[in-house]
């Protein structure tokens, strides 16, 4: 299977997608994972993308596009999270579908209203030892330790007030047009993202299994 995942910043578009690639051994396709990655290991890419990523814009498209060729070319049933976010990504990526002879079978729209996704996203951490996400709104988090390892709970440098801002504009203007994209060819869903992760996981999993 082949699936997108869209959505606005914080609606639970990564938590969700990871845990339905691991639950139908799918492959995961997270671009933003993907920029991190390099930010962190401070290749090129990573050192070209660093202040993009921190004032809350976009990569331009044809880095994108290239980073997902290299991606989507390996992989037979993957997950996109975060790509495309760009009417011009969404056709470039139906055109590498038809170099490459596949095609998407779902396109996930989870929907959170943008008031619900900012306090989301000011309330993640994650631990850099164990890995682990929580939210203060959901998770019980203590003197910002994790649960789990006890290791220091840091936020992505990304999720500061302003830059959050500056990504539900880029979202609104140049993301969320995708919607109709996907609504005329007819494979989009629509799911409701508020409520507990595991009722969206629910929902999510019912929509999938119904496209079979
Ligand atoms: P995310 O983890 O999906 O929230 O992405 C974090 C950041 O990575 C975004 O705010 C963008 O700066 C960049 N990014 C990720 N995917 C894309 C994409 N498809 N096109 C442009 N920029 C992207």
Known sequence: MICIFLGAPGSGKGTQAKKVCASRGMAYIGTGEILRENVAAGTE???????????????????????IEEKIKIENSFLMDGFPRTVRQAEALGELFEKYGKKVDAV??????????TKRILGRFSCP?????????????????????????????????ETVRERIEEYSRKTAPLKEFYEKKNILINVGGTG????????????LDNKN
Do not use: W
């Not at 507990?196 to 929509?207: D, G, K, L, N, Y």
């Open 129 to 161: 030892s164990c890995g682990k996400d929580y939210n203060v709104h959901i998770d019980d988090i203590k003197d910002k330790r994790c649960p789990v390892c006890g290791g220091e709970l840091l936020q992505r440098s990304d999720d500061t007030e």
């Open 196 to 207: 507990s992760p595991s009722e969206i996981f629910e929902r999510i999993t019912e929509a």
């Open 45 to 67: 890419l990573g050192k070209r993308v660093q202040v993009i990523l921190e004032a809350g814009h976009l990569v331009d498209d044809d880095t994108m596009i290239a980073i």
């Open 108 to 117: 996930i729209f989870l929907d959170v209203d943008s008031e619900e996704v």
